[in-house]
Structure formats: structure tokens, C-alpha cells
């Protein structure tokens, strides 16, 4: 119940965790619907229960879709998997389990330990996959594919470690990009978006186009025309989307991080600047990549473009002061 709740920022219908530390157990002993706590019977947070969550939330999108197909309706499901701990349903861990070589690992964190955990991982995807999959065939049964833009995407990069049992070298989870989760290096920040929307985007494309999460408030709302709020900072990729028009672009995208030792990052067209540890070293000198030719951040040329650097330092400076709510690093 404080402002953060959902249902307190335009959001008619939640249901799900309300507390992260909940959420880091795929079979909790309850959820909430809107503020009503939904008690689930057969689960005891353990490895395995009777009510997996993610087939519970695949159960409500659909009866949402359906109840709502007459109308105009906006649905986000943010998915728990496949974030730690490792459980899946049996069903599916088996299509791997005896397929997929494990190794030995230590654990030494507060998830759940799983006894085949890339097998686990493993499943834990495809069952995401197969309940997207659920959700896109109501669409089309429905006759609302055409018209119903679907956007899926992930909130940062792959894990490191072997946090849980995780393990994003084994999957090359990352591809060739340096950096994990909680990175500012591309490996943390690059993520794929795909998008489904028949009536309004060619499908078969791959785009380049460089754009960032606060980017799909103002596309979303230019795909229903409605107007956006300012001041926002984000810029329409709908031209890139339907193939048509001019594709405005960011003169730079930048990322303020407290988290991880604190970090900065600033990315001018193929220029890619760094700022690392900066509550143990506020001066830290910024590291700058090509990614253009050096896609995975191997090679620091800041000693060669002191002019890119610069215009990167006054930048952060900038962007930093210009928040009250999110200061940080004493400034």
C-alpha cells in the first residue's frame, strides 16, 4: 500500500507478488489480487508444490484477454521466471534432465539449490516460451492478432557466478557481449525486444536501432494515439516498427547505476563510455569502446579520443544534477 502499488498508478488489475523477497520462490505459499491475499494451497516456498506461479499468471492473462476482447485493454505480465530459485514443474524439467550435462558447483546463496539446475534453467525458459505461446494463440482464436501489439523483452542481461545454479556461460547467455547482470557493460544493459503486431509491422526484420526501456511509454502511446506526457525522455521507435517514416534519434542514451559499486554509462552513436566503482572512487576516469568495432568492450581507447571523452564527462555531469529524487554519490 505505499504510492508504488500498482493499483495507485493506473493499474486496474495486479495480481501476483508484492514483495520482492516473495517473488524468489516460484511456489509461494500465497499471492495478491489487487489487495486481496490469495492463499495457495500445497505450497510451502519449498522446491516443488501444487501451484506453480507462472502457470497461475499465464491462467489470468488469458481469462483477462478473453473478458476484454470486445474492447481496447493494455496487459503486462512481467514474468518471475526464469529468475532465481531454479524450479519448474516436473513435465518439463524432464524433457532435459537426462539430456543436459550438469557440474559441480559451489552454492553459496539464500536460493533454493536445484539437483539438475541447467536442466532446470533450461526448462524454465521453454515453459516460459510455451505459456507466451498460450497467449499468442487466444489472440489469433480470437481474431485479435492483427490489431494486438505484443512486445516481449527483458529487464538486463543474463546472471553471473552461478548464482542459484545458474549458469550463463554454460548457455553463452550473453553471446560475445562483456558483462553480466548489474553491469553497465552491454552484457548487463543489451537485451533483445521482439515484436509481434501483423496489421502494422513487416514481420521476418531485424533492426538496429538503438533505443532504451524509457523509449516504450512514448511508442506504445503513439501506436493508440494518445498523447504523451511531458517531460518524458524517451523517443518513439514506431517508424522503425511499421518501416515507415523518419526514425528520430537519441543524441545520447545515459545510465546512472548506484547499484554495484556505482557506475555510469553514456553512449554517443558507436561511442560507449564507462565510469566504474564510484562510491569507493567518485573521480574514477572514464573507459571508452568503439562498439563499432569492438563490440565486446576488450579495448579502452580513452587515451586517443580525449575530445569524445570530454563531451561524454560533461554529459554525466549534466544528466547527474538533474534530478532531486535520484541523487546520488553525495552530488
Given at each position: 500500500?505505499?504510492?508504488?502499488?500498482?493499483?495507485?498508478?493506473?493499474?486496474?488489475?495486479?495480481?501476483?507478488?508484492?514483495?520482492?523477497?516473495?517473488?524468489?520462490?516460484?511456489?509461494?505459499?500465497?499471492?495478491?489480487?489487487?489487495?486481496?491475499?490469495?492463499?495457495?494451497?500445497?505450497?510451502?516456498?519449498?522446491?516443488?508444490?501444487?501451484?506453480?506461479?507462472?502457470?497461475?499468471f499465464i491462467e489470468e492473462a488469458l481469462q483477462f484477454i478473453r473478458?476484454?476482447?470486445?474492447?481496447?485493454?493494455?496487459?503486462?505480465?512481467?514474468?518471475?521466471?526464469?529468475?532465481?530459485?531454479?524450479?519448474?514443474?516436473?513435465?518439463?524439467?524432464?524433457?532435459?534432465?537426462?539430456?543436459?550435462?550438469?557440474?559441480?558447483?559451489?552454492?553459496?546463496?539464500?536460493?533454493?539449490?536445484?539437483?539438475?539446475?541447467?536442466?532446470?534453467?533450461?526448462?524454465?525458459?521453454?515453459?516460459?516460451?510455451?505459456?507466451?505461446?498460450?497467449?499468442?494463440?487466444?489472440?489469433?482464436?480470437?481474431?485479435?492478432?492483427?490489431?494486438t501489439l505484443v512486445m516481449f523483452s527483458s529487464d538486463n542481461g543474463?546472471?553471473?557466478?552461478?548464482?542459484?545454479?545458474?549458469?550463463?556461460?554454460?548457455?553463452?547467455?550473453?553471446?560475445?557481449?562483456?558483462?553480466?547482470?548489474?553491469?553497465?557493460?552491454?552484457?548487463?544493459?543489451?537485451?533483445?525486444?521482439?515484436?509481434?503486431?501483423?496489421?502494422?509491422?513487416?514481420?521476418?526484420?531485424?533492426?538496429?536501432?538503438?533505443?532504451?526501456?524509457?523509449?516504450?511509454?512514448?511508442?506504445?502511446?503513439?501506436?493508440?494515439?494518445?498523447?504523451?506526457?511531458?517531460?518524458?525522455?524517451?523517443?518513439?521507435?514506431?517508424?522503425?516498427?511499421?518501416?515507415?517514416?523518419?526514425?528520430?534519434?537519441?543524441?545520447?542514451?545515459?545510465?546512472?547505476?548506484?547499484?554495484?559499486?556505482?557506475?555510469?554509462?553514456?553512449?554517443?552513436?558507436?561511442?560507449?563510455?564507462?565510469?566504474?566503482?564510484?562510491?569507493?572512487?567518485?573521480?574514477?576516469?572514464?573507459?571508452?569502446?568503439?562498439?563499432?568495432?569492438?563490440?565486446?568492450?576488450?579495448?579502452?581507447?580513452?587515451?586517443?579520443?580525449?575530445?569524445?571523452?570530454?563531451?561524454?564527462?560533461?554529459?554525466?555531469?549534466?544528466?547527474?544534477?538533474?534530478?532531486?529524487?535520484?541523487?546520488?554519490?553525495?552530488?
Amino acid at each position: 500500500r505505499t504510492t508504488g502499488d500498482p493499483n495507485r498508478q493506473g493499474i486496474d488489475l495486479i495480481i501476483g507478488y508484492n514483495c520482492q523477497r516473495q517473488a524468489h520462490n516460484h511456489y509461494p505459499r500465497y499471492l495478491w489480487r489487487n489487495q486481496q491475499r490469495i492463499p495457495l494451497e500445497g505450497n510451502t516456498r519449498s522446491l516443488s508444490g501444487k501451484q506453480y506461479s507462472q502457470d497461475l499468471f499465464i491462467e489470468e492473462a488469458l481469462q483477462f484477454i478473453r473478458d476484454h476482447a470486445e474492447e481496447p485493454f493494455f496487459l503486462y505480465m512481467p514474468f518471475a521466471i526464469p529468475h532465481l530459485s531454479i524450479q519448474v514443474p516436473d513435465e518439463s524439467l524432464a524433457a532435459y534432465r537426462d539430456t543436459m550435462a550438469e557440474a559441480d558447483y559451489d552454492h553459496r546463496d539464500s536460493y533454493l539449490q536445484h539437483p539438475y539446475p541447467r536442466a532446470g534453467y533450461a526448462a524454465m525458459i521453454t515453459h516460459m516460451d510455451a505459456g507466451i505461446g498460450q497467449v499468442l494463440q487466444l489472440l489469433d482464436e480470437l481474431d485479435l492478432a492483427g490489431n494486438t501489439l505484443v512486445m516481449f523483452s527483458s529487464d538486463n542481461g543474463p546472471t553471473y557466478d552461478r548464482l542459484g545454479g545458474s549458469d550463463s556461460d554454460f548457455f553463452q547467455s550473453a553471446g560475445p557481449l562483456h558483462g553480466r547482470k548489474g553491469d553497465v557493460d552491454e552484457g548487463g544493459i543489451r537485451v533483445p525486444l521482439i515484436v509481434r503486431w501483423p496489421q502494422q509491422v513487416p514481420g521476418g526484420r531485424v533492426s538496429d536501432h538503438v533505443c532504451a526501456f524509457w523509449d516504450v511509454m512514448p511508442t506504445v502511446l503513439e501506436a493508440v494515439g494518445a498523447e504523451r506526457p511531458e517531460p518524458a525522455d524517451g523517443i518513439s521507435f514506431l517508424p522503425t516498427l511499421r518501416a515507415t517514416g523518419r526514425q528520430p534519434t537519441h543524441p545520447y542514451l545515459v545510465w546512472h547505476f548506484p547499484g554495484y559499486g556505482g557506475q555510469q554509462a553514456v553512449r554517443v552513436g558507436h561511442w560507449k563510455g564507462v565510469r566504474r566503482q564510484l562510491h569507493q572512487h567518485p573521480d574514477a576516469e572514464l573507459e571508452l569502446y568503439d562498439l563499432q568495432q569492438d563490440l565486446t568492450e576488450t579495448t579502452d581507447v580513452a587515451s586517443e579520443h580525449p575530445a569524445v571523452v570530454q563531451q561524454m564527462l560533461e554529459i554525466l555531469q549534466q544528466t547527474q544534477d538533474r534530478s532531486e529524487v535520484f541523487r546520488w554519490l553525495g552530488r
